[in-house]
């Protein structure tokens, strides 16, 4: 049980930091989009 739990936090975890590192990813896309279009 406690090594489940530990995986389900680890799981945790990681989907939170993947979430975050998309949101940045989608961020500086939408940057480098609006300095493609602006030129």
């Known amino acids: 049980m406690v090594v489940c739990r530990t995986y389900l ?3 945790l975890k ?3 930091t993947s979430t975050i590192v998309e949101e ?3 961020k500086y896309n939408m940057i480098m989009h609006r300095t493609y279009s602006a030129q």
Do not use: C, D, S
Request: hydrophobic fraction near 35%; charged fraction near 20%.
């Open 9 to 11: 936090r680890t799981l």
């Open 14 to 16: 990681y989907t939170q």
């Open 24 to 26: 940045e990813l989608l």
